[in-house]
């Protein structure tokens, strides 16, 4: 399949057994779940190969797609899925995020897995940062938004970019980010082009940073009933895995549970430091915490260093 994949232009499937009712679903990782644009008619189509024209109005979500073939005509037999990064035909006025601070998306923003575009570089709090791309307004302007653990409005005030701005050109963005009110943590970046009709519509793919500092846990300890764990790029998003050795076993207590709340429930300090209640199926042993931020890629989670290593009494 292409790849990537540009909104607003035309991207091909190659395969075998596509039939004249061949019909593409087209899914778009968001934060909130992946998200069917489709079903999409190819505009010409052969048993090994169908081209797909991909409207301009579909949402680039966190920049990731895949797609599979229907056989409408077939019985509705279903392909295997395909992937690809999902951008913007700046053509089309799409504007795209492919660096942050000089540094491309990582490797794990193609991974299915994943499935989310995300940068590990760390931008601290009152840093000028940079993001290069393709398709940003200098016409009209451009609107900066930086999601977060900001409340009550889950991100810092838009940062606008107008005609004119020496931090403006079709390919890269520069501005100040804000010393105070952005929390440690993780961090998503959305550029949106201001158009004509300064109505701010055509999006561009979500990218994720941390923001102030890499999540580390640097010592874990107990007093009574109560875990204290220090390190850094703490947030109130932060999760935890607590692995509890149990019989020989090693069972995690925590991680995400039905709905995406944390099965531990956390009490933030600051971004350095925060506790948990002992969990009561806990046994006492060797015990692990691993910390986690959003977007939950490789980077942001504290591994497996041995500060998170404790016994629990």
């Known amino acids: 399949m292409t790849n990537p994949i540009l909104v607003g232009s ?10 004249p009712g061949s ?33 301009a109005g579909v949402t680039l979500g966190q920049g990731f797609a895949s797609a599979e073939v229907v056989n409408k005509d077939g019985g509705f037999a279903v392909s295997n899925l395909a992937y690809a990064l999902l951008q913007g035909d700046p053509a089309a006025g799409i504007p795209t995020i492919k660096t942050i601070d000089g540094r491309p998306l990582d490797p794990t923003s193609s991974n299915p897995d994943y499935a989310a575009n995300n940068i590990s570089v760390v931008l601290p709090q009152g840093s000028k940062a940079t993001i290069g791309g393709s398709g940003f307004d200098v016409a009209n302007g451009v609107a900066v938004d930086l999601f977060c653990a900001c409340p009550p409005a889950g991100k810092i005030p838009t940062i606008f970019l107008n005609p004119g701005n020496p931090g403006l050109t079709t390919s890269m963005l520069t501005f100040d980010l804000p010393a105070t009110g952005l929390p440690t943590g993780p961090g998503s970046f959305v550029v949106s082009n201001k158009g004509g009709a300064g109505t701010y519509a055509k999006k561009s793919n979500a990218v994720s940073v941390p923001i102030g500092a890499r999540i580390t846990v640097s010592s874990v300890s107990q007093t009574g009933s109560t875990i204290t764990v220090n390190g850094t790029g703490f947030s109130t998003l932060t999760v935890i895995n607590f692995f509890n050795t149990r019989g020989g076993a090693t069972v995690n207590l925590g991680g995400v549970g039905a709905g995406g709340a944390a099965r531990i429930p956390l009490s933030p300090i600051d971004s350095n430091r925060f506790t948990f209640t002992v969990p009561a199926s806990a046994v006492a042993g060797s015990s692990y915490v691993q910390a986690l931020n959003p977007p939950f890629v490789p980077f942001s989670n504290s591994g497996n260093g041995p500060g998170g290593a404790f016994v629990l009494n």
């Open 10 to 19: 035309p991207f091909s499937i190659a395969g075998a057994n596509f039939t």
């Open 23 to 55: 019909e593409v679903n087209f899914f778009v990782a968001t934060a909130t779940g992946a998200v069917n644009a489709g079903p999409f008619t190819p505009s010409s189509q052969t048993p090994a190969l169908l081209t797909v024209n991909l409207p």
